[in-house]
């Protein structure tokens, strides 16, 4: 588990102006601490799709956004971030905790592998959130890394290094509840 | 009921420094006005998400009006932005939802509600306190001085007279500067227009 101070003094370091996105267990704590500072400010929304659209927004004004949201609210934000954030090559980092992540080794030796057939995808002991993260990621075209502990969270850094190289967004995937 | 061009002119004679950023119906017909690069074409289908677009530009340009020329079928889609943009309260934001009632892009089919919906009362509910709504171009043309200085965040229900206007491509066929290119590349023509590149990549 990451700690979200850590992950707060990071998006400082380089240079956040707002956090645009929808709170949920694994985040939480970093959106109880963003609500009370003053460096980074918080745009809360109603539903994901919003948040990529507005962090698109912020971007051609020239802010330094980070969006912060769900597997499951990555995953309503499809058509939102496909024609926001991927077709305007936005450089940038999106945040997105991975529920369901702690359940997954469970189906490598029963299913053997990661097949996404509906008899995998209803099983009861497994999120099918999780089950359809990585897929969805790499087929939007959203580069990705996991994030587990203290000792991940320079990868933060790592990735606004490369959405700038790249110009393109970049997937921090938090697997853990922030502490 | 007004139409696009009683819509669009005065708004182009008058929108000064403001960033304008145009949706579906209007999008090529704003080209008529304007050549701006602070003009943006949120024209390539992202699920009703130029309410939201405009509204981080907002947030981002303090110092001028973010304009936002939605669709109301593209406001239908993300009502929740009303509330997102209350709660965000940005002054410089002006949404006018420009109320056809059909999808006009793809043939003028009605939108869910059509003939029945109360934009201003969704506004209104929602949080806005700055709330207009007009069917008559005279009192448009009247109040637009006053809908543009008003403190914002603004709402504006227009109701507009159905076009047939097809879908947007991003090509040489365009006569419109913003739909010539791609969006990336639009993207970025307005972030050094607005001097966004200078502050921050």
Not at chain 2, 38 to 64: N, V, Y
């Amino acid at each position: 588990m990451a700690q979200a101070r850590l992950i707060l003094d990071e998006l400082k370091k380089n240079g956040v102006t707002h956090v645009v996105g929808l709170p949920d267990n694994s985040s939480a704590k970093l959106f109880d601490l963003l609500s009370e500072d003053r460096d980074i400010r918080l745009i809360s929304v109603t539903r994901e799709g919003e948040a990529f659209a507005i962090a698109a927004g912020l971007w051609i004004g020239g802010k330094t956004p980070v969006v912060v949201v769900q597997n499951t609210g990555f995953s309503e934000s499809g058509d939102g971030f496909r024609g926001t954030i991927t077709r305007m090559r936005v450089p940038l980092v999106c945040i997105i905790t991975y529920r369901g992540y702690a359940k997954l080794a469970l189906l490598r030796p029963e299913a053997g592998g990661n097949a996404l057939d509906a008899e995998t995808l209803s099983l009861p002991h497994l999120d099918s959130a999780a089950l359809i993260t990585e897929p969805t990621l790499k087929a939007w075209g959203l580069p990705f890394c996991l994030l587990h502990s203290d000792e991940d969270v320079t990868r933060l850094s790592e990735a606004f290094t490369e959405v700038q190289e790249n110009q393109q967004p970049y997937g921090i995937l938090v697997t853990g509840d922030l502490t | 009921m007004l139409t696009k061009d009683e819509l669009l002119e005065p708004l182009a004679r008058l929108r000064a420094d403001a960033v304008i950023v145009t949706c579906m119906g209007v999008t090529r017909p704003w080209g008529k006005y304007s050549k701006s690069e602070l003009d943006f074409a949120s024209a390539d289908s992202a699920m009703g998400h130029t309410a939201d677009l405009a509204l981080g530009l907002a947030l981002a340009c303090p110092q001028r009006k973010v304009i936002c020329l939605n669709g109301d079928g593209s406001m239908l889609m993300t009502l929740g932005t009303l509330v997102t943009a209350v709660q965000a309260a940005a002054p410089n934001y002006i949404l006018f939802v420009v109320q056809n009632d059909t999808y006009e892009i793809t043939g003028n089919q009605p939108v869910p509600g059509a003939g029945r919906i109360d934009f201003p009362a969704l506004a209104r509910g929602a949080g806005f306190m700055r709330v207009y709504s007009f069917e008559d171009s005279d009192a448009y043309a009247r109040a637009l001085p006053e809908v543009l200085s008003a403190e914002g965040p603004v709402f504006v229900a227009v109701k507009v007279q159905a076009g047939n206007e097809g879908p947007i491509s991003r090509s040489d066929r365009e006569s419109a500067p913003y739909l010539r290119v791609s969006l990336a590349e639009w993207a970025r023509r307005l972030r050094r227009a607005l001097g966004a590149s200078a502050q921050a990549t």
